[in-house]
């Protein structure tokens, strides 16, 4: 019987506790693997970003494949999306030219693709530079919007908010506290910074410059 790594990611901390984007993978893996007859081993990256291949799991995983054929107990590895396995096209050609190397599958399931194939591997490939354009573009456009609105003295972005009980609670403690002491007691009362992380040394010195700035402008 083929045996297959079957390999699941999500990006956030709150997907991965909500189980719903794993689920969903595990669900599609085991489905195509049970069309296939083959036995599924799972892996599992909760919370990680496919930016790089750096993720325990699928170093794991790699490494469970990076073995002569003749030693090895895996026949390649399933994703339920070629994005769960790699955004980047150097890393994934990397994966690929392994793959090619050890006579081992990777199978990317919606894109209908099979690397052990010719045409499955020409697939995968052109899909990951079409991916990767795209995000260059965007990218490319997203910055040429912030410099003209900078040029014109607009902001672009999400403007954070500190509450003003917060600001006033943290003015109070530096008048008497240090800038480590002052973090701490925020934390410990549980107050956030603006975007909702905890307080910082340097959290602290920042936000309280900003506050004496706008005290000083009004």
């Keep these: 019987m083929t045996t297959m790594i079957g390999y699941l990611r999500v990006s956030t901390e709150k997907q991965a506790s909500s189980g719903l984007g794993l689920d969903a993978q595990r669900d599609s893996i085991q489905r195509y693997a049970d069309a296939h007859g083959w036995e599924v081993l799972w892996y599992e990256d909760a919370g990680l970003s496919a930016k790089s291949l750096a993720r325990p799991q699928l170093q794991a995983a790699l490494d469970r494949l990076d073995i002569s054929p003749k030693r090895r107990d895996v026949d390649g590895i399933v994703v339920a999306k070629l ?15 392994q793959a090619r190397s050890r006579g081992w599958a990777l199978v990317a399931i919606d894109l209908g693709v099979d690397t052990s194939t010719p ?9 990951m530079s079409v991916a990767q354009w795209e995000r260059r573009v965007i990218g490319e456009h997203t910055s040429a919007a912030m410099q003209a609105a900078k040029r014109q003295g607009r902001h672009m972005g999400r403007v954070s908010v500190l509450p003003q009980d917060t600001g006033d609670r943290l003015l109070a403690l530096r008048r008497t506290r240090t800038l480590a002491d002052t973090a701490a007691t925020l934390n410990a009362e549980g107050r956030t910074t603006a975007t909702g992380l905890p307080w910082t040394v340097n959290g602290v010195a920042k936000a309280q410059r900003r506050l004496t700035s706008r005290l000083a402008v009004a």
Excluded: H, I, K
Excluded at 83 to 93: E, I, K, Q, Y
Excluded at 119 to 127: C, H, I, S
């Design 119 to 127: 045409t499955g591997e020409l697939v995968a490939n052109v899909m």
């Design 83 to 97: 994005d769960r396995l790699s955004r980047n096209v150097a890393d994934f050609a990397r994966v690929l030219e």
